[in-house]
């Protein structure tokens, strides 16, 4: 086994990024020599308002979408409450029917679940093997009461790119809003809200070299929309708040860049992620690749190691300087197994034994064969002790009792 590298291995990107430095050096004039309240109306206030405008002009660009079309907001968590509740409130009247997937981040599974304890349907549809949305159900799902469709764009743990575009179109038909949480989507998808067809699209920076707490909201003009948070008329009366000037600088320095190398970006680590699928292929017997083998994202890798807890592999590979994550956002201490993995019908004691590696654009193919070196001694040292590992000829498991 080869040694601890000096510098982490960070393979878990799609938790959080770091700051790309040009994104923070946009940002620090904001937190001081120009840090005037945008809604005031000297000199000062003025800077700060020319950078909200800019920015929220380059994000518009980025996603296609109308510098009025766009609401900053604290993250992809607060863009999905404000998409959820928002519309639910706005449409109250015309109906309490909300149909999104089973294997949405918590940001919407768990808003569902408060809609649902005031008096809303959800409809969770189910997901195929490889964690995809059948649009078809969409359409079929779809009633009377409907008032909101909230698909996410791709999936954060296994990294599956939904048929957006055709849900989007569905929805049109049907006349019903469409919402997608596209926080993982951005720097690695085309992001052009009349293509998708969405009505609202969540977006984070921190996901794409930006700074964490700051996100936006695109909502489409027209789409009727009840504001969460009262106070002052930030955000053309919708999202209350004095605004995060240096966030939104940084939000909007990221996705410029991301947008630029995005290309550059797919390839070089798309290579990346196929080196390591095809390496723990090769070289650990008894592993299943989760997610589509090839609708998913250029940074995503997440496998079951059969008959070993992911959560011991995590703990072994930080020993090693590997920074990396199970399927699941483990947050709590709980071991509950990842809902997105039982959604596309992986078994409860299988799902256990998934990890995440998410990679970035600093990622090199050495760090790479480093991972691809510790990790199959992990897996075997693991299943040694497992009791739930026979292999064939030697009962390995049966000392263990
Ligand atoms: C990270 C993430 C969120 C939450 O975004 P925050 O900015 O961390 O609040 C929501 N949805 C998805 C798919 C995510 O990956």
Redesign the pocket.
Known sequence: MENKPDKVVYMDH?ATTAVHPKVLDAMLPYFSERFGNASSIYGLAREARRALDQSRQTLAEGIGAKPEEIIFTS????S?NLALKGVADALRSKGNHIITSAIE?H?ILHVCEYLSKRGYEITYLPVDKHGIVDPDAVGRAITEGTVLVSI?HAN?EVGTIEPIAEIGRICKERKVVFHS?G??AVGKLPIKVDELGVDLY?I?A??FYGP?GV?ALYVRRRTPLIPQAQGGSQERNRRAGTENTAGIVGLATAIAMAEERRDDYNRKVGALRDRLIAGIQERIPSVCLNGHPTRRLSNNVNFCFQYVEGESILLNLDLMGVAASSGSACTSASLEPSHVLLAMGVQPEIAHGSVRLTLGYDNTEQEVDYVLSILPEIIERLRSMSPLYSKAGAAAGGGNG
């Open positions: 799609s993250g992809g968590t607060e999905d981040h940001a996410m954060n949480d926080v993982q969540s984070s921190h996901k964490k996100g």
